[in-house]
């Protein structure tokens, strides 16, 4: 199947700063990619959906200063965490899609953010 | 808005046995696509298997298997022959055909498997 890369996979940063995390698609062109948080033992929460050159499409309840989200190619997006906080902390996976792929949806391994 | 329940948070099968997940979900929608997501403890969401609402035939993948009732709004996921490695979070999932962003999981049913 597609590979979707995610960098980094572990990070912790000190409260304030900011975090990016990337996401690739290696093998295929991603129309649209999507950005999930996970807390311990829960299910995949959406968080935006973003294609390619245009602005992401946030969820309610998800603020989109705190969590930026670029998608300058079809095969690069980033999730920038801003000014980051204990309650960030979390796991975020990405998703792309290929728009032939018949929306199968291929996840990244998932960052873990730790902000102290 | 499209909701999907999985009734069982944990599940256990002896090796080599048959499992059953179960999965409801609730849509006004004719067409759409159903998934299940195997994530085991390294959190890497993989694909088990992906069924298209309007094929009647069940999909299958090898020991995996779903049961597909449309009228029911039913997709259960069965493991045949269950080995060790299948041990993990299985997340059923609902995609609408029309609106891309529109993919529902469920609350995940952890799967142990016993030697």
């Known amino acids: 199947g597609a590979v979707v890369s995610q960098h980094p996979s572990w990070v912790i940063c000190k409260s304030g700063t900011s975090v990016k995390i990337e996401c690739r698609s290696l093998d295929f062109q991603a129309t649209t990619m999507f950005w999930y948080r996970q807390f311990p033992k829960q299910s995949l929460m959406l968080m935006a959906t973003s294609n390619e050159g245009s602005k992401a499409t946030y969820e309610q309840g998800v603020e989109k200063d705190k969590f930026l989200i670029n998608h300058a190619s079809l095969t690069l997006s980033t999730l920038t965490v801003t000014s980051a906080h204990p309650e960030d902390s979390s796991f975020y996976i990405c998703?792309?899609?290929?728009?032939?792929?018949?929306?199968?949806?291929?996840f990244g391994a998932g960052t873990r953010l730790s902000v102290l | 808005a499209q909701t999907v329940t999985q009734s069982q948070p944990e599940m256990s099968v002896q090796e080599a046995e048959t499992v059953t997940l179960s999965c409801t979900y609730d849509?006004?929608?004719?067409?759409?696509?159903l998934f299940w997501y195997k994530q085991p403890p390294s959190r890497q969401m993989i694909l088990v298997i992906r069924?298209?609402?309007?094929?009647?035939q069940n999909a299958t993948e090898n020991r995996f298997s779903v049961n597909f009732q449309k009228a029911a709004k039913s997709f259960s996921l069965k493991i045949s022959d269950s080995q060790l490695g299948d041990a993990a979070m299985y997340f059923c999932a609902y995609r609408s055909a029309l609106i891309n962003n529109d993919m529902r999981f469920g609350a995940g049913t952890r799967l142990t498997v016993k030697p």
């Open positions: 849509t006004s929608e004719s067409d759409y696509y």
């Open positions: 069924q298209e609402a309007y094929k009647q």
């Open positions: 998703s792309a899609m290929e728009e032939l792929a018949k929306n199968i949806q291929y």
